[in-house]
């Protein structure tokens, strides 16, 4: 069983390279984040087509996750139990966005996870990203807790580089978010209650990227990020027989400016 978590960046824009790769790549499963579309908007057809069942949240033009599944889709759901939500003003009725959705998929339980970006060490953004990542871990850890044979996948764009390896240039993010001390514990958080970053034995940095900006040629310079993960559970983690980046998928005209990141799981 292949598991794999992509931010595609605008699912519309590209469902034909969705699906052109999943059609090639022999994923069974697809977390995808920043859809970045209403669920009536979504191009459900597209996957049906090719023989992926699809659960996704989408509220507006922002944010978005889904997953597609060709081992099955149960018991979806459509944000994590006490999943924040977030209103720049704080007198306001705080929404809970389209950030989170999970679903069983033969046997494995998938969380596309689309983590907020925090913006400004000083906005109220960071804040809630901290206080998102930490609901989502004390979560995770009731989950593992009630049942400790669970296989769980938490997969997507983290908004967080867990290590100096993951950035092109530490100086360049000094005084920035997704590198900052709290955001790096919150990540780290989800190892001290179980969780693996499975990919990392197998892809390991420096200079192992998931993200580069479109800005200022990134991607040609080798200037990127790695920030999206799949997270395994103890039970999870003891079938990853393989892992992977796709980083040709960053390259070429319509590209998302994030890369696949793919598990492969023993039987």
């Known amino acids: 069983m292949r598991i794999a978590t992509w931010n595609v960046n605008s699912v519309r824009a590209r469902t034909d390279r969705i699906v052109d790769w999943l059609s090639r790549s022999d994923v069974d499963v697809l977390a995808m984040q920043e859809t970045k579309c209403k669920d009536a908007q979504f191009p459900y057809e597209r996957f049906q087509e090719i023989g992926y069942e699809v659960a996704h949240v989408g509220l507006s033009q922002w944010n978005g996750v889904a997953i597609a599944s060709r081992v099955g889709l149960e018991d979806v759901q459509a944000g994590f139990e006490d999943q924040p939500g977030f209103d720049k003003d704080p007198e306001a009725e705080q929404i809970r966005e389209a950030r989170a959705i999970g679903a069983t998929c033969g046997g494995v339980r998938v969380w596309s996870l689309y983590v907020p ?151």
């Open 117 to 267: 970006n925090g913006r400004e060490l000083e906005d109220p953004h960071y804040t809630y990203k901290l206080d998102w990542l930490a609901k989502l871990r004390d979560d995770a850890r009731g989950w593992l807790e009630r049942d400790p044979q669970a296989q769980i996948a938490l997969v997507g764009d983290w908004n967080v580089a867990p290590t100096d390896d993951d950035v092109w240039d530490t100086a360049f993010f000094e005084g920035k978010t997704h590198t900052s001390a709290p955001e790096r514990e919150a990540f780290h958080a989800f190892s001290d209650v179980g969780f693996t970053d499975v990919g990392r034995e197998f892809t390991p940095g420096p200079g192992v990227y998931t993200y580069w900006d479109y800005t200022q040629l990134r991607f040609p310079k080798k200037q990127g990020m790695r920030i999206d993960f799949i997270l395994g559970s103890p039970a999870l983690t003891a079938r990853v027989s393989a892992a992977e980046i796709d980083r040709d998928e960053r390259k070429g005209k319509g590209a998302s400016d994030h890369a696949p990141v793919i598990a492969t799981l023993a039987d």
